[in-house]
Protein backbone atom coordinates (compact mmCIF):
# COMPACT_ATOMS: atom_id res chain seq x y z
CA UNK A 1 0.00 0.00 0.00
CA UNK A 2 1.25 3.60 -1.00
CA UNK A 3 0.95 6.30 1.64
CA UNK A 4 1.13 9.68 0.60
CA UNK A 5 1.87 12.31 2.83
CA UNK A 6 -0.32 14.96 4.33
CA UNK A 7 -0.50 17.96 2.20
CA UNK A 8 -2.84 20.80 3.08
CA UNK A 9 -4.86 23.01 0.50
CA UNK A 10 -5.54 22.99 -2.81
CA UNK A 11 -3.04 22.70 -5.92
CA UNK A 12 -2.82 26.06 -7.41
CA UNK A 13 -1.51 26.11 -11.58
CA UNK A 14 -0.86 29.67 -12.90
CA UNK A 15 -2.83 29.78 -16.50
CA UNK A 16 -0.50 29.04 -19.70
CA UNK A 17 -0.08 33.08 -21.11
CA UNK A 18 0.10 32.54 -24.78
CA UNK A 19 3.33 34.33 -26.24
CA UNK A 20 3.22 35.85 -29.73
CA UNK A 21 5.92 34.71 -32.00
CA UNK A 22 7.27 37.62 -34.19
CA UNK A 23 7.12 37.69 -37.45
CA UNK A 24 9.80 39.64 -39.13
CA UNK A 25 9.37 42.58 -41.93
CA UNK A 26 9.78 41.00 -45.67
CA UNK A 27 10.52 43.43 -48.71
CA UNK A 28 7.61 42.19 -51.30
CA UNK A 29 9.05 44.32 -54.49
CA UNK A 30 11.68 46.51 -55.41
CA UNK A 31 13.30 49.13 -58.25
CA UNK A 32 15.98 47.52 -59.32
CA UNK A 33 14.50 44.06 -58.89
CA UNK A 34 15.86 41.39 -56.49
CA UNK A 35 18.93 40.18 -58.40
CA UNK A 36 19.37 43.13 -60.88
CA UNK A 37 21.96 45.31 -61.09
CA UNK A 38 21.09 48.98 -60.38
CA UNK A 39 22.40 50.71 -63.79
CA UNK A 40 22.51 54.71 -63.31
CA UNK A 41 21.97 56.32 -66.24
CA UNK A 42 21.02 59.55 -66.38
CA UNK A 43 21.99 62.26 -63.80
CA UNK A 44 20.39 60.33 -61.13
CA UNK A 45 18.76 57.18 -60.35
CA UNK A 46 15.63 55.97 -57.64
CA UNK A 47 16.18 52.91 -55.77
CA UNK A 48 12.63 51.79 -53.95
CA UNK A 49 11.53 48.88 -51.61
CA UNK A 50 7.82 48.11 -50.32
CA UNK A 51 8.04 45.84 -47.53
CA UNK A 52 5.54 44.42 -44.88
CA UNK A 53 5.21 43.15 -41.88
CA UNK A 54 2.11 41.22 -40.34
CA UNK A 55 2.96 42.29 -36.76
CA UNK A 56 3.94 45.90 -37.23
CA UNK A 57 3.31 48.99 -38.91
CA UNK A 58 6.42 51.07 -37.72
CA UNK A 59 9.57 50.02 -39.69
CA UNK A 60 12.43 51.84 -40.09
CA UNK A 61 14.96 51.57 -43.19
CA UNK A 62 18.45 51.76 -43.61
CA UNK A 63 20.48 52.37 -46.96
CA UNK A 64 23.86 52.15 -47.42
CA UNK A 65 26.48 52.59 -50.13
CA UNK A 66 29.71 50.36 -49.01
CA UNK A 67 32.76 52.43 -48.63
CA UNK A 68 30.51 55.49 -48.09
CA UNK A 69 28.37 54.41 -45.34
CA UNK A 70 24.69 55.17 -44.51
CA UNK A 71 22.86 57.12 -47.06
CA UNK A 72 20.58 59.68 -44.63
CA UNK A 73 18.73 61.01 -48.04
CA UNK A 74 15.81 58.41 -47.90
CA UNK A 75 11.89 59.03 -47.98
CA UNK A 76 9.49 57.37 -46.44
CA UNK A 77 6.82 55.85 -48.34
CA UNK A 78 3.32 54.94 -47.13
CA UNK A 79 0.25 54.70 -49.13
CA UNK A 80 -2.42 52.26 -47.18
CA UNK A 81 -1.03 49.17 -45.73
CA UNK A 82 2.12 49.96 -47.97
CA UNK A 83 5.40 50.63 -46.38
CA UNK A 84 8.40 51.32 -48.09
CA UNK A 85 11.03 53.75 -48.79
CA UNK A 86 13.02 55.77 -51.57
CA UNK A 87 16.68 56.34 -52.65
CA UNK A 88 17.80 58.94 -55.04
CA UNK A 89 21.24 58.44 -56.31
CA UNK A 90 23.20 60.96 -57.73
CA UNK A 91 25.31 60.01 -60.66
CA UNK A 92 28.67 59.63 -59.39
CA UNK A 93 31.61 57.23 -61.00
CA UNK A 94 33.13 56.89 -57.20
CA UNK A 95 29.84 54.48 -57.10
CA UNK A 96 30.63 52.18 -59.98
CA UNK A 97 31.35 48.31 -58.60
CA UNK A 98 30.20 49.48 -55.37
CA UNK A 99 27.11 47.65 -53.20
CA UNK A 100 23.47 49.93 -52.29
CA UNK A 101 21.76 47.74 -49.48
CA UNK A 102 18.93 48.86 -47.56
CA UNK A 103 17.77 46.87 -44.37
CA UNK A 104 14.40 46.89 -43.10
CA UNK A 105 14.03 46.53 -39.34
CA UNK A 106 10.53 45.71 -37.41
CA UNK A 107 10.38 47.37 -33.74
CA UNK A 108 11.72 44.11 -31.93
CA UNK A 109 14.46 44.35 -34.20
CA UNK A 110 13.83 41.21 -37.20
CA UNK A 111 14.68 42.27 -40.42
CA UNK A 112 15.06 41.78 -43.81
CA UNK A 113 17.32 43.30 -47.24
CA UNK A 114 18.51 43.42 -50.74
CA UNK A 115 21.34 44.33 -51.98
CA UNK A 116 22.36 45.48 -55.66
CA UNK A 117 25.42 46.28 -57.62
CA UNK A 118 26.08 49.61 -58.62
CA UNK A 119 27.28 49.74 -62.16
CA UNK A 120 27.65 53.62 -63.02
CA UNK A 121 27.16 54.09 -67.16
CA UNK A 122 28.28 56.50 -70.13
CA UNK A 123 25.63 58.92 -70.17
CA UNK A 124 23.87 58.53 -73.42
CA UNK A 125 23.56 62.21 -75.63
Same mark, same amino acid.
Given at each position: ???? *?????? *? $? %??? $????????? *? !??? =? @? @?????????????? =?? +? %???? /??? #?????? %?FWTIDGYG??? #?????????QIGSQLTI @??? &?? =?? /?????VIVYDPQG +? !???? @???????? &???
Amino acid at each position: MLLL *PMTTGC *P $F %FLP $FIEVEQNVP *P !SID =Y @S @SPGEGDTLEIKTEQ =YT +A %FVVA /QDP #DDTDLS %FFWTIDGYGTQG #DAVAIRSGTQIGSQLTI @SRD &QN =YD /QHILTVIVYDPQG +A !SDQR @SWPIEVLE &QQP
